[in-house]
């Protein structure tokens, strides 16, 4: 009975590691087929960039909403998302999440409308993804100063939803989360409220320096709760700006890790 039960646990293993090595490979070829096909026949039909953008962020919406459909179909992943409408109806906002797992921005992406993104450098040098951050828009976290803000106001004023991680990376299980000044500073110089979410994803998988293949013996739960926006008038002071961004992301990171506290 104990070779039984061994060989079952391996049988299961070894379809949760080819399920998962399929997704990601789905995954990626999608990313290619997207900047070679979706994209060329966007720019075709959309000669203003602004409408060009907001098609390619809609086609990446749909393709990670498929993706994340087929990895709860073949049974790697159950979502549960509390105040989906919440996340549905948003409008103009900027986003806030914690970052456990590698996955995070494409769940959100997924639910998310008019989706707009802060992301990192390397990105336009991935093989796979430069094609997505360039068509799109997303907007560069190594960009000038004036120009990154300018670029934020500018997808608010659209109705974009701008996601950023906080941290700038993503969380070690375990510990407290700490917050750079990113997420305050661009809420406070383009006065927008905050939408709080809150990520939980058990067993814990796909983080930092985890392999793609060291899969969860079981199917990993991706849960998504939403908080109530956090308001940003009273930081709101005109001749000092940086200590409002300094005490609004203090606060923002102890009320989000008091929140953590909850969850778990």
């Not at 994340?68 to 103009?92: F, T």
Request: charged share 20%; hydrophobic share 45%.
């Amino acid at each position: 009975m104990a070779a039984v039960a061994l060989m079952k646990t391996q049988l299961i293993k070894a379809y949760r590691i080819i399920a998962t090595g399929s997704a990601f490979a789905l995954f990626s070829a999608g990313g290619l087929a997207l900047s070679v096909i979706i994209f060329s026949i966007q720019r075709l039909i959309y000669r203003d960039v602004n409408k060009r953008n907001q098609a390619a962020r809609t086609a990446v919406h749909y393709s990670f909403k498929f993706f994340v459909g087929y990895m709860r179909l073949v049974g790697i992943l159950r979502l549960d998302v509390d105040k989906i409408d919440a996340i549905k109806q948003a409008k103009g906002q900027l986003i806030i999440a914690n970052h456990p797992s590698l996955i995070d921005v494409v769940v959100l992406i997924s639910i998310v409308r008019n989706a707009d993104c802060v992301v990192k450098a390397d990105l336009w040098k991935n093989p796979f993804l430069k094609g997505v951050v360039k068509a799109t828009g997303y907007i560069n976290n190594d960009a000038e100063p004036d120009y990154f803000l300018g670029q934020c106001k500018k997808s608010f004023a659209s109705g974009n939803n701008l996601i950023v991680f906080p941290e700038g990376t993503r969380s070690v299980p375990g510990k407290p989360w700490h917050f750079k000044r990113g997420a305050g500073n661009i809420a406070l110089r383009t006065q927008v409220d905050i939408l709080p979410i809150l990520i939980d994803v058990n067993p814990i998988t796909l983080t930092k320096g985890q392999k793609w293949y060291q899969v969860t013996e079981r199917r990993f739960t991706f849960k998504m709760r939403v908080l109530p926006p956090y308001l940003i008038e009273p930081y709101i002071q005109d001749d000092q700006v940086t200590n409002s961004v300094r005490k609004l992301t203090r606060d923002l990171q102890a009320y989000l890790n008091e929140e953590k506290l909850k969850y778990e």
